[in-house]
């Protein structure tokens, strides 16, 4: 059973940053394709980026690119999202997620088959 756990969110002023972590067990994601999504209040959950865990490949949503970082450790088997220039429309709880094969073009929340439970991150503007 693979279980993600989030950690690093909280509140941070416009123009400041976060790096948000999830925790990976329970596999081995040699083949995983590992991503981060967001839901802010009112709103469907949205993609943000995503990171094949073999050869650290990466794709981004339009929205924060070039702001927004994915990387992964893959000996510590944990995955990051470093966050830059936070704008106060990032507001969301941002949740990492998980499926076991395939590209980094899965970009729907049905894509993926494992979830983390979430952190919130609010920027203030």
């Known amino acids: 059973q693979v279980q993600l756990v989030e950690s690093g969110g909280g509140l941070v002023q416009a123009g400041g940053s976060l790096r948000l972590s999830c925790a990976a067990s329970g596999r081995t994601f040699s083949t995983y394709v590992m991503a981060w999504f967001r839901q802010a209040p009112g709103k469907e959950r949205e993609f943000v980026a995503t990171i094949s865990w073999r050869s650290g490949a990466t794709y981004y949503a339009d929205s924060v690119k070039g702001r927004f970082t994915i990387s992964r450790d893959y000996n510590k088997n944990t995955l990051y999202l470093q966050m830059n220039s936070l704008k106060p429309e990032d507001t969301a709880v941002y949740s990492c997620?998980?499926?076991?094969?395939?590209?980094?073009?899965?970009?729907?929340?049905?894509?993926?088959?494992?979830w983390g439970q979430g952190t919130q991150v609010t920027v203030s503007s």
């Open positions: 997620a998980a499926r076991s094969f395939g590209g980094i073009y899965y970009l729907s929340p049905s894509d993926y088959d494992y």
